[in-house]
């Protein structure tokens, strides 16, 4: 049984039109799970040029219409075992949001829904995504309220 290291990185995605009604993306992966956009961090890539490429590989939406949040970044970490090996992940997350709900999703998905905030934690597999989404809902309300985030 061997060790091995991954360094990912992702982005929880939100589409806002109004104060009150944000949705949030989450992708269905082959497995069963409701997550976030991320991969493997690719030789000479920043975690942030990772989230960018993956979030447009995974769901077609491109930099164009993706704005970063500034000062939210998450890194979460986690093992599980893979070919019997145990494999230990890092994962950087950033918060985005699309100005365009209209996703192409990629052949590594099952499906993909846009959802309120409590449908997207209830949806949300794993404790760590969910506690990722809250902290990033608290986030967006915290700009909201201090006028620095506007539909």
């Known amino acids: 049984m061997g060790r091995i290291i991954e360094k990912s990185a992702g982005a929880i995605v939100f589409y806002m039109d109004s104060v009150d009604k944000r949705e949030y993306l989450l992708l269905h992966y082959p497995s069963g799970h409701w997550d976030f956009p ?3 961090i690719e030789f000479g890539e920043d975690p942030l040029q ?6 447009m590989e995974e769901t077609g939406l491109s930099r164009d219409v993706l704005i970063l949040i ?3 970044e998450k ?3 986690y093992y599980f075992m893979s070919h019997g090996n145990i494999v ?9 949001r699309s100005l365009s709900k209209d996703v192409k999703l990629s052949w590594e998905h099952k499906g993909y829904r846009w959802l309120s905030f409590p449908e997207a934690y209830n949806l ?4 760590t995504a969910k506690n990722l989404l809250r902290d ?3 986030y967006i309300r915290k700009l909201i309220k201090d006028g620095l985030l506007k539909p």
Do not use: D, P
Not at 50 to 55: I, K, L, N
Not at 124 to 127: C, E, P, Q
């Open 124 to 127: 949300a597999t794993f404790k």
């Open 136 to 138: 990033a809902e608290q």
């Open 70 to 72: 500034q000062g939210f």
């Open 38 to 40: 991320k991969g493997n």
């Open 50 to 55: 990772t989230a960018y490429r993956e979030v």
């Open 88 to 96: 230990y992940k890092t994962v950087i997350f950033y918060l985005m």
């Open 75 to 77: 890194t979460i970490k």
